[in-house]
């Protein structure tokens, strides 16, 4: 069966919970043993001192460490992705963080993708260089060989620990290919020391890409997006093959920033209906998108729904090869600079003026001045995240609607 079918059962047997339809809310912090011996043996397996043993149910223990909430979320977020083992997080920035303190020590290098969502771009290169964890950047436009100087140029080519990426990019949806990084992350790796690589999947969800298959070793998601979906939780996740993940949950374990049942549970009613939500905010995107395309204020469009006609011959081959949609995040230049493009933002009616993305409402913000304000302004002219951009989280509304309120505040920009 297709993963939106098992959404609304999968992991989860009624007769356990006294034959309730959907799975409860397991509000506690701990669970009874039935013997001392039983106790004995979930921990044993928990703290990785003895291996499951094949057909052997294990217990629950503490919510910190497992909850049916938690664990059979986990359950069906592995089937979109085919992965074998998922953890989710109380926000998406725990799940990365929680990624790269594990598989970096003081003395490493990370490699990761320019421009990234801010916050992941404010811990690499200023809480991990407390940690002395060197970082060093790559454009979108940068060759295998590009890259693999680049790491060389830093001396510690040797130190490699981590490879991130995210594609497409927050806020230009610049392409990254995964596949590409992986031939990076085999050149440096070793018999002793294996580079592990990890994409940030939020601009797409588990729906429209799916990075294990390009030879990712784990995918991030902030779940408070399209998995979540509804702007009332703040979620991360992180999967990947049952080692890499033993080690991430390893982690999480001691830091104590896994899902609570209740995050778990509202997460686990999202997933039910994420496809249908997803496919009707791309259908509105496309039109939203046409729109932006011929209005006389607008400068350019940043649309994967473009690169056929606007793109370049590396970037359709990669859009192609990775993604089964366009998505629904729509950036683009208004005529001017941040007067104009704050005029656009202030009339909006319909549209709301906030941060985040992948609710079922339509979103509007300024990336330059809100999500990117930490970026080096070096970097961010580079990356065309300038004072004339705004980033648009395309909703479920009707698209017309969408449309008019656009258009409405873009008629307040005087020419």
């Known amino acids: 069966m297709r993963p939106e079918s098992l959404m609304m059962t999968y992991g989860y047997k009624p007769s356990l919970s006294e034959g309730s339809l959907k799975c409860p809310i397991f509000q506690t912090s701990t669970f009874v043993f039935n013997t001392a011996a039983e106790g004995k043996r979930f921990f044993e397996v928990a703290y990785g001192l003895s291996e499951q043993k094949e057909g052997e149910e294990m217990g629950l223990i503490y919510s910190r460490l497992n909850n049916p909430d938690l664990e059979i979320l986990e359950t069906r977020l592995c089937l979109w992705d085919k992965a074998e083992d998922c953890a989710v997080f109380e926000s998406g920035m725990s799940a990365i963080s929680t990624v790269m303190m594990e598989f970096c020590s003081p003395g490493d290098l990370i490699l990761y993708s320019r421009p990234v969502y801010g916050g992941t771009d404010h811990f690499i290169n200023n809480f991990l260089k407390k940690m002395q964890i060197d970082s060093v950047g790559f454009s979108p436009d940068d060759t295998e060989e590009q890259v693999i100087a680049k790491i060389n140029a830093t001396g510690k080519g040797d130190r490699l620990?981590?490879?991130?990426?995210?594609?497409?990019?927050?806020?230009?949806?610049?392409?990254?290919?995964?596949?590409?990084?992986?031939?990076?992350?085999?050149?440096?790796?070793?018999?002793?020391?294996?580079?592990?690589?990890?994409?940030?999947?939020?601009?797409?969800?588990?729906?429209?890409?799916?990075?294990?298959?390009?030879?990712?070793?784990?995918?991030?998601?902030?779940?408070?997006?399209?998995?979540?979906?509804?702007?009332?939780?703040?979620?991360?996740?992180?999967?990947?093959?049952?080692?890499?993940?033993?080690?991430?949950?390893?982690?999480?374990?001691?830091?104590?920033?896994?899902?609570?049942?209740?995050?778990?549970?509202?997460?686990?009613?999202?997933?039910?209906?994420?496809?249908?939500?997803?496919?009707?905010?791309?259908?509105?995107?496309?039109?939203?998108?046409?729109?932006?395309?011929?209005?006389?204020?607008?400068?350019?469009?940043?649309?994967?729904?473009?690169?056929?006609?606007?793109?370049?011959e590396r970037e359709k081959k990669i859009y192609h090869n990775q993604f089964l949609s366009a998505g629904a995040m729509i950036s683009f230049d208004v005529k001017g600079g941040e007067k104009e493009a704050f005029t656009f933002l202030d009339n909006l009616k319909l549209i709301k003026l906030a941060v985040s993305l992948g609710g079922t409402e339509s979103l509007a913000e300024h990336p330059y001045t809100m999500t990117h304000t930490d970026v080096p302004l070096d970097v961010k002219n580079a990356m065309s995240i300038t004072e004339k951009l705004v980033r648009i989280s395309v909703g479920v509304e009707y698209h017309a609607d969408i449309i008019a309120d656009m258009e409405q505040a873009l008629n307040c920009i005087q020419s």
Request: net charge positive.
């Open 161 to 312: 620990a981590l490879i991130h990426i995210e594609t497409p990019a927050n806020p230009t949806n610049a392409l990254i290919d995964i596949e590409m990084c992986a031939n990076i992350k085999k050149h440096f790796s070793t018999a002793e020391r294996a580079v592990i690589l990890s994409v940030d999947n939020t601009y797409m969800g588990p729906i429209w890409q799916h990075p294990l298959k390009h030879g990712a070793d784990l995918v991030l998601y902030s779940a408070t997006k399209y998995i979540g979906g509804h702007s009332d939780v703040i979620a991360g996740a992180c999967l990947g093959s049952k080692a890499l993940m033993a080690r991430v949950k390893g982690l999480r374990t001691f830091l104590g920033n896994m899902a609570s049942p209740h995050t778990s549970w509202m997460l686990m009613r999202s997933l039910e209906t994420l496809k249908v939500r997803m496919d009707q905010q791309a259908r509105n995107a496309i039109e939203v998108a046409n729109f932006l395309k011929n209005h006389p204020k607008i400068e350019k469009v940043y649309y994967l729904g473009f690169i056929d006609e606007q793109g370049s």
